[in-house]
């Protein structure tokens, strides 16, 4: 049983200015991923891209955001994160029409019960949580670092991460055979539990950044992912009833508000530094890690995650000779 109360979150430090910045808000039409989008434009972010799946309400949120900056240049651009052909045509897009990208805050995410098969084929949770936010990171890598080189300073990806990662169902639950591979065991149904496959998603992600921290080094782009503890936000509504109610309760009584949420994610992104490259930070500080993390079948995870994520983004994109 978690604590009642979670630490305290202070604002971020004084005297951030994003002037001249171009950043990516993924998810960014509520909830954390809005908020964010808010604290960027309060820190004076020249452009603002808005990746969303529903384009009318990425075009209302333009509007309620804009009078927080009126200087800035705020785009909404279509993004569905269950379709590799978007992605794609998203990231083709951004760099026809943009020279630098100095921030890719990867937020977008889902968290439902029920299995459910992306149009790529692969489970929603997996394609959406995982898979397109790899495919994303590659697709965009060169052009932050080349804004990296124009500038003389490290760009970054930061993506939501979750200490769920704590409760995967490959630890015992569900745990992966000798003989399966990674995704062949993500796309079964009913292989893993549904009230557990969000944090199984957020382990991959965990398990490939540190994985990239080894191959990839911090000097062009830093790359990390952020826990905001638990939040008041939408993403319990899917829930089935007997369980939504009492995460309701628990939410009443030790939820963070999403703007402390957005502090903990913008210290990730903009305050620390190369030290967090393929970490996970949870209220501003480097999180303890799930003991499956570290353990013999959780390093043989992360390989075989890597191997099988190599093969299925070679399909779709030209591979970095360090992913190789």
């Not at 084929?121 to 990171?137: A, P, R």
């Not at 990662?165 to 055979?177: E, G, R």
């Not at 903009?270 to 480097?286: F, I, N, P, R, S």
Request: glycine share 6%; aromatic share 6%; with cysteine.
């Amino acid at each position: 049983m978690p604590p009642l109360r979670q630490p305290k979150v202070e604002p971020l430090p004084p005297g951030i200015d994003l002037t001249n910045k171009t950043a990516i808000v993924t998810g960014a039409t509520a909830g954390i991923g809005l908020e964010l989008s808010r604290q960027l434009l309060d820190l004076n972010l020249s452009t603002l891209i808005l990746a969303v799946r529903n384009i009318s309400k990425g075009e209302e949120v333009r509007n309620s955001l804009a009078v927080i900056n009126p200087q800035a240049v705020i785009q909404v651009m279509k993004l569905d994160m269950t379709d590799y052909a978007t992605v794609k045509a998203f990231a083709e897009t951004f760099k026809s029409k943009h020279g630098k990208l100095h921030l890719l805050l990867l937020n977008a995410g889902i968290s439902d019960v029920n299995f459910e098969l992306a149009p790529t084929g692969h489970e929603k949770n997996f394609q959406v949580n995982y898979l397109s936010n790899v495919l994303l990171t590659l697709l965009l890598l060169s052009a932050l670092e080349h804004t990296a080189e124009l500038e003389g300073a490290p760009t970054r990806i930061t993506w939501t991460g979750s200490r769920m990662h704590w409760q995967t169902s490959l630890a015992s639950k569900a745990p992966l055979k000798k003989d399966e591979g990674i995704f062949e065991h993500f796309d079964a149904p009913g292989v893993i539990p549904s009230l557990t496959r969000y944090g199984d998603t957020k382990l991959l992600v965990l398990l490939f950044q540190h994985e990239l921290a080894n191959r990839y080094p911090p000097k062009k782009v830093i790359i990390n992912h952020f826990c905001p503890g638990m939040v008041d936000t939408s993403l319990t509504d899917v829930l089935p009833l007997y369980i939504r109610l009492p995460a309701l309760m628990l939410k009443a009584l030790r939820a963070r508000s999403v703007d402390k949420a957005g502090w903990i994610g913008l210290h990730a992104a903009l305050v620390v530094g190369e030290e967090t490259h393929g970490q996970l930070l949870g209220d501003k500080e480097v999180a303890e890690l799930g003991d499956f993390v570290p353990s013999e079948e959780g390093l043989r995870i992360r390989k075989l995650l890597w191997d099988e994520t190599v093969e299925e983004m070679r399909e779709l994109t030209q591979l970095p000779s360090w992913m190789e």
